[in-house]
């Protein structure tokens, strides 16, 4: 079966400190895992994804994520938190469909 | 929104009424998908279509259906509405139906069911 989980439905941060937002996965096969974001009122943006290259993978706005296979994670890492990161993040398992995380609120508090 | 439009923007319809959601794209994108969002469950795929005329089912289909006439543009209907699809509904166009390429998502419509 295939699933992905993310740990937290909510998470806040101050501005300036860092961001962790966590996602494990069940698959089969070797995944494919994106992080989408979704600002208020907006459509998704793909944020970053890994497809069996390089397993520390860098996105837009200063975000990373990890694939560790031991621990069947992709966690999403930021050093330092903006103000305009706050949003809902989706981290999305794909093998033959595409399955979505139940989203991950990011609140900055200034 | 990678050159995607959804109309209506939102919708607020009676139980037992027909509704139809409008996706268009100008990306020439052969994959369009509709997708709802609901709290504490992501986005869940309801139908898919691979090409004009041909479309699939997906995750949470029941009640749902779709057509393709033309590549640019996907509806999705519901024949009755029932207040379990007060949702937000979004749209998302692909290239290419691998494990490798993104999915670019339209802004939503916002459908309430009273």
């Known amino acids: 079966a295939q699933s992905v989980t993310q740990l937290d439905s909510h998470v806040s941060v101050s501005e300036g400190t860092p961001v962790l937002l966590r996602c494990n996965y069940s698959s089969s096969y070797s995944p494919s895992l994106f992080w989408y974001v979704q600002h208020p009122n907006k459509g998704l943006q793909l944020l970053l994804k890994?497809?069996?290259?390089?397993?520390l993978v860098k996105g837009i706005n200063g975000f990373e994520a990890e694939f560790k296979k031991s621990e069947t994670s992709f966690h999403l890492t930021k050093p330092s938190a903006h103000m305009s990161d706050a949003a809902e993040y989706f981290c999305?398992?794909?093998?033959?469909?595409?399955?979505f995380g139940a989203g991950t609120r990011l609140t900055v508090k200034p | 929104d990678a050159g995607i439009t959804q109309s209506p923007r939102h919708k607020v319809t009676e139980t037992g009424t027909p509704v139809t959601l409008r996706c268009h794209q100008t990306?020439?994108?052969?994959?369009m998908y509709w997708y709802r969002q609901d709290p504490g469950h992501g986005l869940r795929l309801i139908h898919y279509s691979y090409g004009v005329k041909d479309t699939d089912k997906g995750e949470v289909s029941d009640g749902y259906s779709v057509s393709r006439s033309k590549t640019e543009d996907f509806l999705l209907t519901l024949e009755s509405a029932t207040s379990s699809q007060t949702s937000v509904y979004f749209c998302?166009?692909?290239?290419?139906?691998?494990?490798?390429?993104?999915?670019?998502f339209g802004p939503g419509t916002r459908l309430t069911v009273l």
């Open positions: 990306e020439n994108h052969r994959y």
């Open positions: 890994y497809t069996s290259a390089a397993t």
């Open positions: 998302a166009i692909s290239n290419w139906d691998n494990s490798y390429n993104e999915q670019f």
């Open positions: 999305v398992l794909i093998n033959n469909d595409m399955r």
